[in-house]
């Protein structure tokens, strides 16, 4: 009884969201054919890779104006912002 409690309120964790972290350190996209690579910090990603300091977090798609990252099922677009 005491795990099945347990189990469902694991369930009801907080709700599914981009770490801050991740968002303010996109700062970059290379768009080439055949493979587009966006920056994240010290890395840098390609469409279906994870970022390393976190693994739930995927990159979906990377555009010239724009990283799309995917949580659990959820996706998340960081628009990137010319200065």
Known sequence: MMM????SG??????VELPN?????TTGVLVSPG?????VGDAMLSVGETLPNYPDVKVA???????V???RNKTFEV????H
């Open 21 to 25: 972290w991740v968002s303010e350190n």
């Open 79 to 82: 628009q990137l912002t010319s």
């Open 69 to 71: 990252y995917e949580i």
């Open 10 to 15: 694991a369930q009801t964790e907080a709700p």
């Open 4 to 7: 099945a409690l347990a189990s």
């Open 35 to 39: 493979k587009n690579i966006c920056l």
């Open 61 to 67: 798609e990377i555009d010239k104006d724009k990283v």
